[in-house]
C-alpha cells in the first residue's frame, strides 16, 4: 500500500512506504528507479486511487534528482506498464499527469481488487482519483481486502467524531 499519512512542509511523513513485490522484478524484469517507481504507482492503483504525484514530489519521495524520476517514468511508458490516464488539476497549485498501471502486464494475483474497483464505494470527487463508480451497493472488491487492511466500516465522509460517539471504536 502506498501513501499514509499527511504530508508537511519538510516531505514525506515517516508513515509513507512503498512495497516491492516479487512479481514486478520476476515477471516485469523491472530494478533500480524504475522499480521504485513503478512500485509507488502500483501503490497507488491497488489501493483505487489514482496516481498524481508531481514529478518533483516524486523524486523528494525517491530522494532523486527530478530528471531522473522523469526518466523512469518515461521508461514505464515506453515499456507499456503504465499509462498516461489524464490530468490532476486540483484548485490551487499546478495541473500534474495521472498515472496508472496496465492491468494486462500483471500476473494473476497481483491486485488486491482484481475486477478493477477499488473497495470502497464511489463518492462525489471520485473522478479527480479514478476509482470506479459503484456498480451495486457493495463493490465486489470489498471483500478482496483482508481484514488486516481494513478495519470497521469504510470511510466515505471524513468529519471528527468522539470515541465515546463512534461505535466502532475498539478499546
Known amino acids: 500500500m502506498a501513501a499514509a499519512g499527511p504530508r508537511g512542509r519538510d516531505g514525506p511523513s515517516p508513515r509513507e512506504f512503498t512495497a516491492v513485490r516479487h512479481f514486478m522484478m520476476a515477471d516485469l524484469g523491472l530494478s533500480g528507479l524504475p522499480l521504485l517507481v513503478y512500485a509507488r504507482i502500483f501503490g497507488f492503483c491497488d489501493a483505487g486511487c489514482g496516481y498524481f504525484e508531481s514529478k518533483g514530489g516524486l523524486a523528494r519521495f525517491l530522494n532523486v534528482q527530478e530528471r531522473s524520476a522523469h526518466r ?16 490532476h488539476a486540483p484548485a490551487r497549485g499546478h495541473a500534474t499527469k495521472r498515472y ?16 478493477g474497483s477499488s473497495g470502497f464505494p464511489a463518492r462525489k470527487g471520485d473522478e479527480m482519483t479514478g476509482l470506479a463508480e459503484n456498480k451495486g451497493d457493495e463493490p465486489s472488491g470489498f471483500a478482496a481486502r483482508t481484514p488486516d487492511e481494513m478495519a470497521g466500516k469504510p470511510l466515505t465522509i471524513c468529519h471528527p467524531i468522539s470515541k465515546r460517539d463512534n461505535k466502532d471504536f475498539r478499546r
Not at 72 to 87: K, N, Q, S, V
Not at 100 to 115: S, W
Open 100 to 115: 496508472r498501471i496496465v492491468r494486462e502486464r500483471l500476473p494473476p494475483g497481483a491486485l488486491a481488487t482484481p475486477d
Open 72 to 87: 523512469a517514468i518515461r521508461d514505464l511508458l515506453d515499456r507499456g506498464l503504465i499509462e498516461e490516464c489524464g490530468m
